[in-house]
Each structure stands twice: as structure tokens, then as C-alpha cells.
């Protein structure tokens, strides 16, 4: 199912993993992942045609002049990236539509041959949060020790639609690999990547793993997406009366959420972006 090509030794090597699909409110696992991996090789390449249907993952065509040139077909694959202290091993791609197991099974093979010490994966949540706020994290584990202390996770029994990632962290966590997860609360109003969210998760991941990870560009891109959804706000009242009924929610309510909360919150992104179904 898969193959691979590294001539080094890794470093205390951590496994990111994030898809564009489930779940990935303004893209923030994916971007992320993009900024983690940088200008990484490619060192662990999935074959396609077992994990995508192309009917919804569609390959798209490159033409010159009416003559096809090329076909770039939707792939996943791992990029590695010379962390310092230690190596990042980034899998990222869109979300399989076929052989979720076996797919899972694959990359806790490479996690195991690897010498892969620990494994993140990363997300976005659609939430009645407003973008005049910080971005609040919410965390997941395999085991209760790695939460730690400071930890936000949901509160309570949990039941929502899975994602590959989560699939994927148990399946490395089945090896005896240790695995988080940081899902980043995205206002459900807010279009495209949600840079705030992808630096907050971009912090995260360097104070979880100890490494450095120049921003780049990511706090400009933020400071200037605040910008404009503050004009677009102020340009709409009753949009701006909603962002205040945001506010005040979440300054009344802090970081913890319920694990209902968090269903009703993907419930409600579900119904928004599936027309005609309850």
C-alpha cells in the first residue's frame, strides 16, 4: 500500500497527522501540517488508486492549448522535516474514501519501522466562536496520562461521527506508540484557512514536541484576516450583533466544553453543509 525512500537515521522522529475533510474547519490541521512539513521530501508515498474515489476526490486535468499535458491525481503522503531536536514526519492529503483500516494498519507500519516515538494529529472544529477571541484548543489522547494537567478536552461521554485521523491515532496508539490530538475551535461564520487557529496549533505542537518552529508569515496572515472580518462586521449590524452574542457566550462559558456541546456544535455544521438532509 505504500512506499518509502529515507537514507538517515531519524531523530526521536514524532508522526504529525491532519486531512482535508473531516475534520478540518478552516483548513486548520491542513495548513498547519503544510507549514509543519515546509520544504520536506517526500519520503512515504501512499498508492492512491486503494484509498480514493475519484468520483469525489476528482483528479484534476492540465491543459495547453486544448491538448491535456497533465493529470495530478489526489494522493497522501508523508514529508520529512529536520526538526533540530528532532525529526517531523508529516502525513497529510485528503481524507481516504476507502480502506480506512488497512489504510491505518499501513501508516502504524511505517510509524513502527520508523522508530516513530509519538504521533499528533491535528483538526479544526466548526464552533459558535467568535474571531474577536483567542483560539481555544481542545485536546485528545490515547491514554489519560498525556493529557496533562493544563489539558482542555471534552468533559464527559463523547459519540460523533469519526475522522481517518482519529482511526489513525488508534491504530499507532495499538503499537504502543504514544498519540495526541489538538482540534481547533474555527468560527462556524469564517470562510477558507482560519490562520489564528493555524498558529495556535503551530504553538501548540512546538511546546508539545520541544522544537523550534519559525511562524513564517502565519502572524501577519492572522493579524490581517482580523482586519478584514472586523470590517466586514462592522459593515453588517446584525452580523455584529451575533459576534457579540458569540462573545459573550464564550466569556461566560471559558476553555471547557461538554462532549454534548461539541456534538451539538458538529450536528450543526453537518445540517449546514448538507443540503436537503436532517
Known amino acids: 500500500m505504500y512506499q518509502t525512500s529515507i537514507s538517515r537515521e531519524l531523530v ?5 497527522v491532519a486531512f482535508e475533510g473531516w475534520v478540518s474547519a478552516g483548513s486548520a490541521g491542513t495548513a498547519t501540517a503544510a507549514h509543519l512539513a515546509g520544504d520536506g521530501d517526500v519520503v512515504v508515498r ?3 488508486d486503494r484509498l480514493y ?5 476528482r483528479p484534476i486535468l492540465e491543459f495547453a492549448d486544448g491538448i491535456i499535458q497533465e493529470i495530478e491525481w489526489p494522493e497522501t503522503v508523508i514529508r520529512l522535516r529536520d526538526g533540530g531536536a528532532r525529526d517531523l514526519l508529516v502525513l497529510s492529503g485528503p481524507e481516504p474514501n476507502w480502506n480506512w483500516q488497512g489504510f491505518a494498519d499501513a501508516v502504524a507500519d511505517v510509524a513502527g519501522d520508523l522508530g516513530v516515538v509519538e504521533q499528533v494529529s491535528l483538526g479544526g472544529i466548526p464552533w459558535a466562536a467568535p474571531h474577536t477571541r483567542p483560539t481555544i484548543l481542545t485536546s485528545t489522547a490515547s491514554r489519560p496520562d498525556l493529557l496533562g494537567g493544563d489539558a482542555n478536552y471534552p468533559a464527559g461521554p463523547l459519540r460523533v461521527p469519526a475522522s481517518a485521523a482519529s482511526v489513525i491515532e488508534r491504530a499507532v496508539a495499538g503499537r504502543g506508540i504514544p498519540a495526541v490530538g489538538f482540534w481547533a475551535r474555527v468560527p462556524h461564520y469564517v470562510g477558507g484557512v482560519y490562520y489564528p487557529a493555524v498558529v495556535a496549533l503551530t504553538e501548540q505542537v512546538a511546546r508539545h514536541l520541544g522544537v523550534e518552529i519559525p511562524l513564517g508569515s502565519l502572524l501577519d496572515d492572522a493579524a490581517a484576516q482580523r482586519r478584514q472580518l472586523d470590517s466586514a462586521v462592522e459593515e ?4 455584529a450583533q451575533v459576534v457579540e452574542q458569540l462573545e459573550t457566550i464564550y466569556d461566560a462559558a471559558g476553555e471547557v466544553a461538554t462532549g454534548e456541546e ?3 456544535e458538529i450536528e450543526r455544521f453537518l445540517r449546514d453543509h448538507t443540503p436537503g438532509e436532517d
Request: no cysteine; glycine share 0%; charged share 15%.
Open 236 to 239: 453588517q449590524p446584525a452580523i
Open 262 to 264: 461539541i456534538a451539538v
Open 46 to 48: 501512499f498508492e492512491s
Open 12 to 16: 526521536a522522529p514524532a508522526l504529525i
Open 53 to 57: 474515489d475519484y468520483r469525489v476526490n
